[in-house]
């Protein structure tokens, strides 16, 4: 089991910047793949980025690419997700996601996943 907590989460104006931090526990965080993923009301969630185990793999949603930045610090069991210039339509409630098979973008091969947090970016 791991076990998965988000914060960083808050309202910024359009242009600003977040950080999201997820705190892992419980099975050894260094062998999992890390991913976000975001979901806004009304609808499906949404890929963010990915991160290898090993720290040498990183992967961007077009979306967010060039202005998020995914990190993780093994010896402190966490993942960061650096969020800058954002935009209205970010947001979202944020998740963070393990799994410890391959990288993935797909929220349906993740097997454990945190609470989130919300993120409201206004215009």
């Known amino acids: 089991q791991v076990q998965l907590v988000e914060s960083g989460g808050g309202l910024v104006q359009a242009g600003g910047s977040l950080r999201l931090s997820c705190a892992a526990s419980?099975?050894?965080?260094?062998?999992?793949?890390m991913g976000w993923f975001r979901q806004a009301p009304g609808k499906e969630r949404e890929f963010v980025a990915a991160i290898s185990w090993n720290l040498a793999s990183t992967y961007y949603a077009g979306s967010v690419k060039g202005r998020f930045t995914i990190s993780r610090d093994n010896p402190k069991n966490t993942v960061y997700l650096q969020m800058n210039s954002l935009k209205p339509d970010d947001t979202a409630v944020y998740y963070c996601?393990?799994?410890?098979?391959?990288?993935?973008?797909?929220?349906?091969?993740?097997?454990?996943w945190g609470q989130g947090t919300q993120v409201t970016v206004s215009s």
């Open positions: 996601a393990a799994r410890f098979r391959g990288y993935s973008n797909d929220y349906r091969e993740y097997q454990y």
């Open positions: 419980g099975r050894t965080f260094s062998n999992s793949n």
